[in-house]
T-cell receptor, first 111, second 113 residues
């Protein structure tokens, strides 16, 4: 079956880079996503990558995809206190509309 | 431009009761998906509605049902509530059933006592 796994917690100092990792099992994944959730809020799409790409950069965010190892990472440059949140990795396989999410990585940014 | 709106934001029910949650999709979107997010977990896919029909369904019992209206808004109904149904219910809309981007609402927090 499909499974998406993430580490549960990451602590980073303000101004440093954060790297959040994710592994998935569905080899038919077409798109992979990073969403951000702040306390009491819904999910905000940060970025996504098509499965035939290796890397995507969007301002402070860099997504790396290793399709062979089914590994996805999100790097946040110059991490700010406003980046403190839970980050979810998700994949969409062949089934339209069904996104498979990981359990989320809580990122805490300390001054 | 309003995004995805959900109501109510919070509600409390007791075991055995029924609940209806509502969702209005983002302007221009015609497809609605529902997700359940239990505390400390990622969202789990419940089902997707497109053209007023359920198109896909996740691993949820028949107690969970839904509806989509001609204006693309949607309802999620849960019957015979269990304590384990306590969760944040998220509605997401998209441009079509096969769209690669979901826009989420802020969710409805259901507590079952």
């Amino acid at each position: 079956g499909e499974d998406v796994e993430q580490s549960l917690f990451l602590s980073v100092r303000e101004g440093d880079s954060s790297v959040i990792n994710c592994t998935y099992t569905d080899s038919s994944s077409t798109y992979l996503y990073w969403y951000k959730q702040e306390p009491g809020a819904g999910l905000q799409l940060l970025t996504y990558i098509f499965s035939n790409m290796d890397m995507k950069q969007d301002q402070r965010l860099t997504v790396l995809l290793n399709k062979k190892d089914k590994h996805l990472s999100l790097r946040i440059a110059d991490t700010q206190t406003g980046d403190s949140a839970i980050y979810f990795c998700a994949e969409r396989g062949d089934s339209w509309g069904k996104f498979q999410f990981g359990a989320g990585t809580q990122v805490v940014v300390t001054p | 431009d309003a995004g995805v709106t959900q109501s109510p934001t919070h509600l409390i029910k007791t075991r055995g009761q029924q609940v209806t949650l509502r969702c209005s999709p983002k302007s221009g979107h015609d497809t609605v998906s529902w997700y359940q997010q239990a505390l400390g977990q990622g969202p789990q896919f419940i089902f997707q509605y497109y053209e007023e029909e359920e198109r896909q369904r996740g691993n949820f019992p028949d107690r969970f049902s839904g509806h989509q209206f001609p204006n693309y808004s949607s309802e999620l109904n849960v019957n015979a509530l269990l304590l384990g149904d306590s969760a944040l219910y998220l509605c997401a809309s998209s441009l079509s059933a096969g769209a690669n981007v979901l826009t989420f609402g802020a969710g409805s927090r259901l507590t079952v006592l």
